[in-house]
């Protein structure tokens, strides 16, 4: 088992330990199936809400905040039924509009793993105004159930009333629905190739700046972070952001980041390059690559 879960793994209820512990492998990186749900359910006798809730814990102790030391984990459940844990990272020394929330990092890890639809969320802490107007642009976001400790499960409807969201800005796609952008570049290089393969499925209807981060690790693995947009614009969430917080589930540490390269749509309204340069100069001592490539949208 992994070091970060010594501490969650002791309080958690002993059957519920004693079934989570073979899944907590050191490749775990907050993915649990449906099937592996199901067995856990029946091998606790928990109700999956209560499983899922109880889980809680350790996708809090995916989470790095050296600045508020406040721990957030959260669960994103897509429509296979699949969980897609998540946790806030904070950026130490760097403004605060870098940081990742717990509901961010778990919506971004499902649509990662190629989820269409997220249909409950379930965190530790009740969920903030941006993580509230980041819910709404999902597919169906305002049907999305929040599940919370000690409350009634209730809609993001509840939760959000009164929203604006993509149909205000005249957009009828949602996040989450698949993206396919065409972007023309000629490269061998691997880490160049995921890059762009992940900024055609960015999700960038606004400035139409399609764009995907992608980070390597002195060992060679790669980690990688998608564009999300959002309506109210300040809640989006930039790839450089999503990168940094996929590697941070798989439990690596930032001083690992040997190379990180940015790919960017050169028909876009804006560039992430800036932004996207400090978050990284906050976390290790590397340059960025940033490549512009030919757009067709
Ligand atoms: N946080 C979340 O992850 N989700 C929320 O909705 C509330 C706030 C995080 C952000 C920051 O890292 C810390 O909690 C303090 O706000
Ligand atoms: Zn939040």
């Not at 760097?94 to 717990?102: F, M, R, T």
């Not at 999902?138 to 409350?151: K, R, S, T, W, Y």
């Not at 060679?220 to 790839?239: K, L, Q, V, W």
């Amino acid at each position: 088992m992994q070091d970060r879960f010594i501490h969650c793994i002791a309080a958690l209820p002993t059957s519920l330990r004693d079934a989570i512990l073979p899944i907590l492998n050191q490749d775990f990186a907050g993915h649990i199936d449906a099937q592996q749900i199901a067995d856990l359910c029946q091998t606790t006798g928990m109700t999956e809400k209560a499983l899922l809730i109880g889980l809680l814990p350790i996708a809090a102790a995916l989470a790095k905040p050296p600045i508020s030391d406040f721990h957030v984990g959260a669960i994103a459940k897509g429509k296979s039924g699949d969980i897609y844990m998540g946790a806030n990272l904070e950026l130490s020394g760097e403004a605060l509009c870098h940081s990742v929330h717990a509901e961010q990092s778990a919506i971004s890890h499902a649509w990662l793993s190629g989820e269409q639809k997220i249909v409950d969320i379930i965190v530790n802490a009740s969920p903030c105004g941006h993580c509230r107007q980041f819910i709404n642009e999902l597919v169906d976001g305002q049907q999305v159930n929040i599940h919370l400790p000690e409350q009634t499960t209730q809609s993001l409807s509840h939760y959000l009333p009164y929203a604006f969201g993509p149909a205000d800005l005249n957009i009828t796609e949602a996040l989450l629905t698949k993206q396919q952008h065409g972007l023309d570049f000629d490269s061998a290089d691997p880490m160049i190739i995921e890059a762009l393969d992940h900024a055609s499925l960015s999700y960038a209807p606004y400035t139409h700046s399609y764009a995907a981060v992608v980070l390597e690790t002195q060992d060679g693995h790669t980690y990688c972070g998608r564009y999300a947009e959002n309506a109210a614009f300040n809640p989006s969430m930039m790839p450089m952001q999503m990168a940094l917080s996929t590697l941070i589930r798989h439990n690596r540490d930032l001083s690992e980041i040997k190379r990180a390269v940015l790919i960017e749509s050169s028909l876009g309204k804006i560039s992430l390059v800036g932004a996207s340069m400090d978050a990284l100069h906050a976390c290790a001592p590397v340059e960025l690559e940033h490549i512009v490539v030919e757009a067709s949208d």
